[in-house]
């Protein structure tokens, strides 16, 4: 059974840092877009961050400069790396795994529970 395992939420003041980590748990042959999501109270989930399998990386405008999204294809993993945080920045996030195959050749596009981010004084 493949599953997304997320970690590293918490509450932080504005201007802080936090870095959310997404661990692929299963046997693993490959995979192609990883990537942050995000979804606020009242609003829809919306896309943070993006690293695809031919190393393309993109950021939603609002968090260009301040957030940095990496990838471990060894240990199937992918971060989030947030800085200068900002009270907008308050969400769920979620890592999201899309065109994975595992070693039974079987599709996944798969989402972590979730984590939670505030940015509050």
């Known amino acids: 059974q493949v599953q997304l395992v997320e970690s590293g939420g918490g509450l932080v003041q504005p201007g802080g840092s936090l870095r959310l980590s997404c661990v692929v748990s299963?046997?693993?042959?490959?995979?192609?877009?990883m990537d942050w999501y995000r979804q606020a109270p009242g609003k829809q989930r919306e896309l943070v961050a993006s690293?695809?399998?031919?190393?393309?990386?993109n950021y939603v405008e609002s968090v260009k400069g301040r957030f940095t999204i990496s990838r471990d294809n060894a240990r199937n993993t992918v971060s989030l790396q947030m800085n200068r945080l900002k009270p907008e920045d308050t969400a769920v996030y979620y890592c999201?795994?899309?065109?994975?195959?595992?070693?039974?050749?079987?599709?996944?596009?798969?989402w972590g529970q979730g984590t939670q981010v505030t940015v509050s004084s």
């Open positions: 999201h795994a899309d065109g994975l195959i595992d070693d039974k050749g079987r599709y996944w596009n798969i």
């Open positions: 299963g046997s693993i042959f490959s995979i192609d877009d």
């Open positions: 690293f695809s399998s031919g190393d393309l990386v």
